[in-house]
């Protein structure tokens, strides 16, 4: 089992950057592929990118490709996402999530959720 955290949200400017930290616990973490979503108000929660258990192998949203990064630190145990020219759309709680198996877009596939961190982009 294990269990998530998420922290660095915050207010930024468009244009701005951020970077999401998702603190893993358990002695397992590097054998769990890690994912980020988020979720805007009054709509669905969407996949934002993941990455399996080396780091080697990530996928990302088409809305943020070339401007996030995931990426992971297993002695830390620890995942990140870097996010780049932020826009207003990107506002929403954003969740890290983990699952046994290769990285997913598919929210139902992942078993362990952190509670989220709120990213506001204003315009």
């Known amino acids: 089992q294990v269990q998530l955290v998420e922290s660095g949200g915050g207010l930024v400017q468009a244009g701005g950057s951020l970077r999401l930290s998702c603190a893993a616990s358990?002695?397992?973490?590097?054998?769990?592929?890690m994912g980020w979503f988020r979720q805007a108000p009054g709509k669905e929660r969407e996949f934002v990118a993941a990455i399996n258990w080396s780091g080697g192998s990530t996928i990302y949203a088409d809305s943020v490709k070339g401007r996030f990064t995931i990426s992971r630190d297993n002695a830390k145990t620890t995942v990140y996402l870097q996010m780049n020219s932020l826009k207003p759309e990107d506002t929403a709680v954003y969740y890290c999530a983990a699952r046994v198996g290769i990285p997913s877009y598919r929210s139902s596939l992942y078993g362990y959720w952190g509670q989220g961190t709120q990213v506001t982009v204003s315009s």
């Open positions: 358990g002695r397992t973490f590097s054998t769990y592929a």
